[in-house]
C-alpha cells in the first residue's frame, strides 16, 4: 500500500507538471534543460543514420552517458524520433527507484505508515520531479548506483540472500554483480567511484577473483567507448568528461593542495545538505555502531561505501548544476543513513551526553536542508520549461526553417541540433575534438575560434558572448545581427543570445530571416537588432 500511495501522488503530480509546461508553452513539451536534447540529437542520428553524434555528418563524444543515448535511440528506431520518450523512460526509472526503496524498507520496518512517510520524504525532499523533467539519465543511475552499493554491502559482510551462510559468493550474486557494475559505468562515467570503492572492499575481503571481474567488466564500456573515440580522431574519454572534470594542476602548490583532497572539501563547504550528509553518516559510522569490533556489519559497510564514495566525487567531479550531477549522492546519503539507523536501532541507546545530543540535532538540520533544497528544485521545474522554449526551442525553429543544412556555429547544442539538420561547429568544446583541444591545451582564444570557424566554413554562429570573454571574446570581423533576451532566467546559460553573420554574405539573409521569424517569438522575448 505505502509503495501505491507514493505513486500514485507522483505520477499525479507529474501529470500536472506536464500538462501545465505544454499550456504555458503554446502546446509544446519542453524540457528543463538543453541538456536532454543533446542525447535525443545523437539517438537520432545514430538511430536513423549510424552516426554517434548531435550531427549525423561526424562523430562526437559529447555525453559521459553511453547507455541513456542507447536507450534512447532503441525506442527512436522502432518507435520514431518524439520527444517524449526521455520522459516517459524517466517516469519508468523513478516508479522503479520507489520500488526498490520500498522493498528495503519493507525488510526493515513493519509499519507501513513510517514506510510511506520515509517514500514521501525521498519524494518530495529530494530533486525527483527536476530529475523526471531533465529528461536525463540521474534517476536510471540512481537506480543502479542504489542497487550496485547493496549488493556490494551485502556481499562484503556476508550477508547475501542466495548464501546467508558462510563466505564463499553464490554464483548468482556474482552475475548480479558484474550485470551490475557495466550498467553503473555505461550509464555515467561517476559509477567507477562507486566501482573502485566496492573493488577495493573486496580486495580486503580476499574476494580477488571477484574484485578483478568487476573492475575488468566495469571499464569495459570506457575501454569500448575510447577506443571507438581514438579511432576517430578523439581522446579516450568523452570531451564532457575531459572539460567539466576536477583534474588539478599538479605543477603548482594550489593544485598539489586541490589534489589532496582541497577540492573535496571546498565543493563541500559550497553545498550544506552534502556536508551535512557526510558529518551524519561518519557521526553514525563511529558513534552508532553496534559493535565497534564488527566493522564489517551491513550498516558500516553501507555507510562506509556512501562516505567514499562521496569523497572520490566531490574531489574528482562537480556538483551544484541544477542539483543533477550530485543527486545520485543524495539518495545514496539518504539509504545509507536511514538502513543505518534502523537497524542499530535497539543498539543505540539514548543518554545525556554530547554525541547522543549531536546526531538528532544534525539530522533536524539535514531534513531542513534538503526540504527547502526540494522546494527550490520543484519550484523552477515550470519556469525552466518556459526558459527553454523561449530561447533554445526558438533557435532551433529559426535554424530548421531559415538555415538548415547550413554549418552552424553553437555553444547550447542540444535542442537545435535535435530539430534541424545542420553541421554543428560546438565552439564550448562537448562535441569538437579542435575546441577540446585546443581548452584542454589552453590556448582557447579568439584568434583560435576564429581559426576554427574559418576551418570549418561557418555560416552564422548563435552564442552566449559572455561565455566566451574569458577567452579574449568573439572574432571582431563577426557582424552581429541580432540579440533576443527572456526574462526571469533560472536554466539558460545567460538571459542573452547573440546571433552572428560569421561568413558575412550571409548578413543580409540571417537579417531577413530574423526580421520574419519575430512574428513567431514569444511575447516575453524581448529583440535588439544591429547595423
Same mark, same amino acid.
Given at each position: ?19 501545465? *509546461? ?11 534543460? &538543453? &541538456? ?8 537520432? $542520428?545514430? *538511430? ?62 513493519? *509499519? ?47 550477508? *547475501? ?24 559505468? %555505461? ?27 568487476? %573492475? ?14 581514438? %579511432? ?6 568523452? $570531451? ?28 563541500? /563547504? ?48 562537480? /556538483? ?23 537497524? $542499530? ?5 539514548? %543518554?545525556? $551526553? ?79 575534438? &579542435? ?41 571582431? &570581423? ?48 524581448? /529583440?535588439?537588432?544591429?547595423?
Amino acid at each position: 500500500m505505502p509503495f501505491f500511495i507514493s505513486s500514485f501522488l507522483f505520477l499525479l503530480i507529474s501529470t500536472f507538471l506536464v500538462f501545465h *509546461s505544454i499550456s504555458q508553452n503554446n502546446g509544446n513539451f519542453v524540457y528543463v534543460l &538543453d &541538456d536532454p536534447y543533446i542525447h535525443m540529437a545523437i539517438a537520432k $542520428n545514430f *538511430s536513423q543514420f549510424g552516426v554517434w553524434g548531435v550531427d549525423r555528418y561526424a562523430f562526437s563524444p559529447a555525453s559521459s552517458s553511453i547507455l541513456w543515448s542507447l536507450l534512447i535511440s532503441f525506442f527512436y528506431f522502432f518507435l520514431g524520433v518524439n520527444d517524449w520518450i526521455p520522459l516517459i523512460l524517466n517516469i519508468i526509472f523513478a516508479l522503479l527507484l520507489l520500488y526498490a526503496i520500498f522493498e528495503f524498507l519493507s525488510r526493515l520496518v513493519k *509499519s507501513n505508515s513510517l514506510i510511506l512517510f520515509i517514500l514521501l520524504f525521498v519524494i518530495f525532499v529530494t530533486p525527483f520531479f527536476l530529475l523526471v523533467f531533465t529528461g536525463q539519465e540521474h534517476l536510471l543511475h540512481t537506480l543502479i548506483t542504489l542497487l550496485f552499493a547493496y549488493k556490494t554491502a551485502m556481499l562484503v559482510s556476508n550477508k *547475501s540472500e542466495r548464501n546467508s551462510t558462510g563466505n564463499n559468493i553464490s554464483p548468482f550474486d556474482i552475475v548480479q554483480m558484474l550485470f551490475l557494475s557495466f550498467l553503473l559505468v %555505461a550509464i555515467r562515467y561517476e559509477g567507477l567511484f562507486l566501482l573502485f570503492i566496492a573493488c577495493v572492499f573486496l580486495l580486503i575481503k580476499k574476494q580477488y577473483r571477484l574484485a578483478i571481474l568487476l %573492475a575488468l567488466c566495469g571499464v569495459l564500456p570506457v575501454l569500448i567507448f575510447g577506443f571507438i573515440s581514438i %579511432a576517430s580522431g578523439g581522446y579516450f574519454l568523452p $570531451n564532457s568528461v575531459l572539460l567539466k572534470g576536477n583534474l588539478p594542476n599538479l605543477s603548482t602548490f594550489r593544485g598539489i593542495l586541490k589534489f589532496l583532497g582541497g577540492f573535496a572539501a571546498y565543493q563541500m /563547504v559550497l553545498n550544506p545538505e552534502i556536508l551535512l550528509l557526510f558529518l551524519v553518516a561518519i557521526f553514525l559510522l563511529f558513534f552508532g555502531s553496534r559493535s565497534k569490533s564488527d566493522f564489517y556489519s551491513f550498516p558500516n559497510i553501507f555507510v562506509s561505501i556512501f562516505i567514499l564514495t562521496l569523497l572520490l566525487h566531490l574531489q574528482f567531479a562537480k /556538483v551544484g548544476w541544477f542539483y543533477r550531477y550530485e543527486a545520485y549522492l543524495i539518495f545514496l546519503g539518504i539509504f545509507a543513513i536511514v538502513q543505518f539507523i534502523f537497524l $542499530n536501532l535497539s543498539q543505540m541507546k539514548i %543518554a545525556l $551526553n554530547p554525541r547522543k545530543i549531536l546526531l538528532p540535532f544534525l539530522l533536524f538540520a539535514l531534513i531542513a536542508v534538503l526540504a527547502f533544497r526540494g522546494y527550490s528544485t520543484f519550484k523552477v521545474i515550470l519556469p525552466a520549461t518556459k526558459n527553454i522554449y523561449e530561447q533554445q526551442f526558438q533557435m532551433g525553429n529559426f535554424i530548421k526553417k531559415y538555415f538548415n543544412q547550413s554549418v552552424v556555429a553553437l555553444n547550447d547544442i542540444g535542442y537545435v541540433n535535435y530539430i534541424a539538420d545542420i553541421r554543428c561547429v560546438d565552439l564550448w568544446g562537448l562535441a569538437n575534438f &579542435d575546441v577540446a583541444k585546443a581548452k584542454l591545451n589552453k590556448i582557447y582564444d579568439t584568434r583560435k575560434i576564429s581559426e576554427i570557424s574559418k576551418k570549418y566554413n561557418v555560416t552564422i554562429a548563435i552564442l552566449y558572448e559572455i561565455w566566451f570573454e574569458q577567452y579574449g571574446g568573439l572574432p571582431k &570581423d563577426w557582424q552581429l545581427v541580432e540579440k533576443w533576451e527572456i526574462k526571469n532566467n533560472v536554466v539558460c546559460g545567460d538571459k542573452v543570445v547573440s546571433f552572428f553573420a560569421v561568413d558575412l554574405s550571409q548578413t543580409e539573409k540571417l537579417k531577413q530571416s530574423l526580421k520574419e521569424f519575430r512574428t513567431r517569438l514569444p511575447k516575453d522575448v524581448k /529583440v535588439f537588432t544591429f547595423e
